[in-house]
């Protein structure tokens, strides 16, 4: 397929991002910190993100079966260096993306150069862009990130605030049980190595029930949950039945007249 036109943000608009960045303060440094010192490898396939790489397809199709990307207006908060961004702009969809980690915004864009798919890359968190462009969005994806912000509850008011009515958000996270830490902590991080130490905190793991009851009170309907499977012996991963480890979300953003 074709990758899908946007207007690129330009390098002028630096300043401005990261005063808007600053005035909203949902992030942690620390974590900031440690993905951006990743950045340089982050679209290596044998990197260490390599895990993110086998996910992507996965969550590509999860999000295709239920979004018709086709000249979608799509939004990818958190985006990290693109790897979701791209795929979704390949698949027809008209992408903005957002994260607040300035090292991964700029090899997002370096990318972006490389491979011609166009991605309207930013540094700027959901809550700024929630007030500037309110019910621009078809579809919104959130993939690996609600775990790490300290207020997820408010990243998820923001994009039920940038979704249209009928839109749909796509989440992924992980769940808060002795299994996610044995397999996405101890196995991920120290056994198999395929993840960082440090990636992730197991108390800010989120049960589905607590992103439920978030999007609820943003005024969403959660339509389906998903366990998302990484399976490290052929490096890809599935959608599968069980969410006690990975899993993703989708909800709906009820029409005004339902």
């Not at 036109?5 to 440690?34: C, I, R, V, Y």
């Not at 990243?155 to 839109?167: D, E, F, Q, S």
Request: with cysteine; aromatic share 6%.
């Amino acid at each position: 397929m074709s990758a899908a036109k946007s207007t690129p943000h330009t390098e002028s608009d630096s300043s401005a991002e990261a005063g808007a960045a600053a005035e909203h303060n949902n992030f942690s440094q620390a974590e900031l910190d440690k993905f951006g010192a990743l950045a340089n490898r982050w679209w290596d396939p044998e990197g260490p993100q390599k895990a993110l790489h086998a996910l992507n397809p996965a969550r590509l199709g999860y999000v295709a079966q239920r979004a018709n990307l086709r000249d979608a207006q799509v939004l990818d908060v958190g985006c990290g260096a693109g790897l979701l961004s791209e795929a979704l702009a390949a698949a027809g969809a008209h992408v903005t993306a957002i994260d607040l980690a300035p090292e991964l915004i700029k090899v997002a864009k370096l990318h972006r150069l490389e491979t011609g798919v166009a991605v309207d890359y930013r540094l700027q968190p959901a809550e700024s862009l929630a007030e500037e462009m309110p019910g621009r969005f078809d579809a919104i994806t959130c993939m690996e990130m609600l775990e790490h912000v300290p207020d997820p509850a408010a990243v998820v008011r923001a994009c039920a605030r940038l979704l249209k009515p009928g839109g749909r958000l796509f989440l992924s996270t992980l769940n808060r049980t002795p299994a996610a830490f044995a397999l996405a902590i101890v196995g991920a991080e120290y056994v198999a190595r395929v993840l960082p130490k440090g990636t992730h905190q197991y108390r800010d793991f989120i049960k589905p029930s607590e992103l439920a009851a978030w999007l609820r009170e943003a005024g969403l309907r959660m339509e389906d949950v998903s366990g998302l499977m990484y399976e490290p012996w052929r490096n890809a991963a599935r959608v599968i039945s069980r969410t006690d480890v990975n899993y993703l979300a989708c909800a709906l953003k009820p029409e005004l007249d339902a």
